[in-house]
């Protein structure tokens, strides 16, 4: 089965960096694809986190919009109870 072209590629450019002459540069290489992992396993953390953050600040946007409906609701019930209470006075 023949790989995807941007797998080949992937293969290809570990395998010439893997045959690279200098150890030295070769150990570069390697430390610097370490960081590059280490940098983007920080990056979906903080990403994880944001993603968390917004949703409990949806999660209270949305508990404190019901908390000002039930308010409303209940404001417009003693409303309607003040003018119930006013007509049945006169």
Known sequence: MKQPIHKQKEINKEEYNK???NPDMQKQFEELGT?????EAQLLQ?????EANLQAQQLEMLNIK?????????LAEQKKLIRCRKATIN
């Open 19 to 21: 045959s690279l002459l």
């Open 35 to 39: 960081v590059e992992k280490e940098r």
């Open 46 to 50: 903080e990403r994880n986190y944001f």
């Open 66 to 74: 019901n908390q000002k409906d039930n308010l409303e609701k209940e």
